[in-house]
């Protein structure tokens, strides 16, 4: 058929290149076309106009589609402790590694506390001298109270000497007062006046040196009790400072043992911070302990997803096949 029009068109008058090379594509693709509709009518069986055609109807509604969502997690520990020195030191020995599975009570390291062990020492040699201070404190305080006793005992003293002196005077001057009169009658000589008034003097001398010494007497009294009140408060920081030394010694001890790391559970370890010659200081870790056999998932969820995450609700982990294929294999 191609030959047959190949020669129509060579008896036609003579085209451009480009138009008989259209001309030719169109008549093939209709030539194409009519022969896909034929063998299409040939397999195509014939439906007949008066045969029914089924079709199925629904209601459509909504109902939830459960979507598979993949988290990564991490596998670790429910317990787990990072262990920390709590005093200064040069790390002298650290006897595990990773991955040592180590018992409850273990020596895992070893600090130097020589400087911690020349503090005990001093604060034990401070515990006998603050043990002295006390005892003087204690004697001065016995003085400063004997020193008192006997200051009220002159106060005493000089109180009577005063009421005894004030008594005399009274009768001094009643007897000094008559001489006088007596004299300006010529009864008596100017000696007994005389008398009179040098016994009047000598009273009045008595009672103001009765009150110097009762005034001296009360002033020593107060010294007295001022030096008590100062023994007494020697006596209690004399005693604080043995309490201190004493309370120092406890601390140093604790120190002392703290210079040695143990394990407080049975577990692995998983990490070492530190090695052997190193520095360690309060706080500063050591290595981590993980109780072995208590393993979690801990997985961080968007937050799109909290509201579809339920109490109970049943979580595939590749982990647990991991683990439960792996102990079917040993």
Request: charged content about 20%; glycine content about 4%.
């Amino acid at each position: 058929m191609i030959d047959v029009l190949t020669q129509r068109i060579g008896a036609w008058p003579r085209l451009p290149r480009w138009s008989a090379l259209a001309l030719l594509l169109a008549v093939s693709s209709g030539a194409a076309w009519w022969v896909f509709n034929l063998r299409l009518s040939r397999e195509t069986p014939m439906v007949a106009a008066h045969s029914p055609m089924v079709v199925k109807t629904a209601i459509a509604t909504r109902q939830p589609i459960a979507i598979d969502r993949i988290l990564t997690g991490t596998v670790e520990s429910s317990e787990s402790v990072t262990l920390t020195s709590r005093v200064m030191g040069q790390i002298r020995q650290l006897t595990v590694r990773e991955g040592d599975i180590v018992q409850a009570g273990q020596r895992i390291a070893e600090i130097d506390v020589r400087d911690i062990q020349a503090q005990q020492q001093q604060a034990t040699a401070a515990i006998p001298q603050a043990q002295s201070a006390v005892s003087i404190a204690h004697s001065a305080k016995l003085t400063a109270q004997a020193q008192k006793s006997q200051a009220q005992a002159r106060v005493q003293e000089a109180q009577a000497q005063l009421t005894e002196a004030q008594a005399e005077l009274a009768d001094a001057q009643l007897y000094q007062q008559r001489m006088v009169m007596l004299r300006l009658e010529g009864a008596v000589s100017q000696s007994r006046l005389d008398e009179a008034n040098t016994r009047l003097s000598v009273i009045q001398a008595r009672i103001s040196q009765a009150k110097a010494g009762l005034t001296q007497s009360r002033t020593t009294v107060k010294q007295a009790q001022a030096a008590v009140v100062q023994a007494q408060a020697q006596i209690r920081q004399a005693q604080a400072q043995v309490e201190q030394a004493q309370a120092q010694v406890k601390q140093t001890q604790a120190n002392l043992d703290y210079g040695t790391v143990i394990a407080p559970f049975t577990g692995v370890i998983t990490h070492k911070y530190t090695e052997v010659g190193a520095m360690a200081g309060p706080g500063e870790s050591i290595v981590k302990l993980e109780r072995s056999g208590h393993l979690r998932l801990s997985v961080d969820a968007p937050e799109s997803l909290v509201g579809q995450i339920q109490r109970g609700q049943s979580v595939l982990s590749l982990f647990y096949h991991f683990r439960q294929r792996e102990s079917q294999d040993a």
